[in-house]
């Protein structure tokens, strides 16, 4: 490269960096009106195209760079972007294997490539493929080799009260259970005086440093325990259950919700809880209701899930059959709060089951469910975000609401795009009495929400 060329390239770089994109193309241009085959001029040229919708410009940088030799992982891994905002997964799938062959060690590869083969209903190849994102995002101990963005680095950190009290209260039950050994009780004092710095009730996201952290430095936030989390036997749910299940599918309203009490088979719900206590994959600090989050591409791809997302599949052809699995998660919370805000799903039809046994519960703890639903225009910020917008809405429509009470393996099956809420609750103290939920959302095949939106 002349110097000419590398001086304009590194000032326009520097002002895109900087947000001044507009700047910064007339400058990417000159560059390449003199290297047209410059690699790294064509693909920030086409960074910039993509950051503007121009995606078949885009498109056009990006092959031309790789025509020209360039062959750095910064390419193919926009290249996998690029082909995901245009639903065009098989090519996001090639791109991000290649780009795999250069950089195994980019843990955000692995993710995005179980993203697209999610999207190409290859979900059993996708739960691998988020196994090796996991262990280079979160293994414990830490690979050295692993390369993680800035915004995977700032994860290992982020929490608040409830985040910390939850991960405090899980060592010390794995602890008491036998499950984990003396080696996590240096974690464990460390997370105790962090613990009174940060009380539950601040539920403000902030970013602990090494010193703060301590001893448990190498374990929060990371894979210490991963539970069995294998498919059961026979089917996962129980024969009354699937009676019930395809009785309202033929007669229910087809928006309209279903409740399924007893809806898991003693194996498969002994396995799901134990797997949810034992395993910390409880990775998302939530900053209301005092609760914490799992999800499917970091810890709850497992085969119990995936059986069970297909048994009620099965069981309700006319409400699920045309869906699939969009996402899936979890919530861990206090033993007393608000729980989760005012919301809708960004999916088709949500599967919500209650885990904790009933006589936990002392007060409140249902789904409080509305029976409207919100605009399709709406974006996934408007349904699922800060819920003052939610509100105002509401408050105009005004819709009838009812209150589904809580009950332990009680399952709740209703629109998705019904705004809802966690009803205020209280339950017995203990860790093994939080109250855990999960939420099965089914989507049509060619929703064009990425599934990073989904909550």
């Keep these: 490269m002349h110097n000419e060329p590398f001086a304009l390239l590194q000032q326009a770089v520097a002002l895109h960096q900087r947000g001044e994109r507009r700047r910064a193309i007339p400058l990417y241009e000159q560059v390449l009106a003199q290297e047209p085959d410059n690699g790294w001029a064509l693909f920030f040229r086409g960074v910039a195209a993509e950051e503007e919708e121009l995606f078949a410009a885009a498109e056009g940088f990006y092959a031309r760079a790789a025509a020209a030799g360039f062959g750095e992982p910064e390419l193919l891994i926009a290249q996998g972007g690029l082909a995901m ?105 460390a997370l105790t005086a962090l613990a009174a710095r940060v009380p539950e009730a601040d539920s403000r996201l902030r970013e602990l440093t090494d010193a703060e952290l301590g001893a448990a430095a190498g374990i929060f936030n990371r894979l210490a325990f991963l539970a069995d989390g294998r498919a059961v036997e026979d089917s996962p749910l129980v024969s009354g259950a699937v009676a019930a299940l395809a009785t309202a599918d033929s007669t229910a309203p087809e928006d309209g919700p279903i409740v399924i009490d007893d809806l898991l088979a003693p194996a498969a719900l002994s396995r799901l809880q134990r797997f949810l206590r034992e395993s910390t994959i409880w990775f998302e600090a939530k900053d209301h209701g005092g609760h914490v989050g799992a999800y499917l591409e970091e810890g709850l791809a497992q085969p119990l899930l995936l059986q069970l997302a297909e048994a009620l599949q099965a069981a309700l052809p006319r409400r699920l059959g045309h869906l699939r699995l969009a996402q899936l998660w979890g919530y861990s919370y206090a033993a007393a709060g608000s729980g989760t805000d005012i919301h809708a799903d960004a999916g088709t039809v949500s599967a919500n089951l209650w885990l904790t046994p009933t006589e936990a519960c002392r007060q409140g703890g249902g789904l409080q469910l509305y029976d409207a639903r919100v605009p399709s225009d709406w974006r996934f910020e408007e349904v699922n975000g800060p819920a003052e917008r939610l509100r105002s809405w509401l408050a105009e429509a005004a819709p009838a609401a009812r209150t589904i009470a809580y009950r332990g393996n009680r399952l709740v099956l209703f629109d998705g795009r019904a705004p809802h809420r966690t009803e205020p609750f ?24 990425a599934a990073s939106q989904w909550h």
């Design 426 to 449: 209280r339950f017995a103290p203990g860790f093994d009495n939080r109250r855990l939920n999960l939420t099965l959302l089914f989507d049509a095949p060619d929703s064009g929400l």
């Design 85 to 189: 905002k245009q639903a065009q997964w098989a090519e996001a799938v090639r791109h991000y294997e290649n780009a795999l062959r250069v950089a195994p060690e980019i843990a955000a590869l692995w993710h995005n490539l179980g993203l697209a083969l999610k999207r190409l209903d290859r979900l059993s190849e996708a739960r691998m493929v988020w196994a090796e994102s996991l262990r280079l995002r979160r293994g414990c101990p830490a690979d050295p080799s692993a390369i993680l963005d800035a915004d995977e680095r700032r994860a290992l950190r982020r929490a608040n009260g409830p985040k910390i009290a939850h991960d405090l209260a899980q060592l010390r039950w794995l602890r008491a259970e036998r499950v984990a050994g003396p080696e996590v009780e240096p974690a464990i004092a």
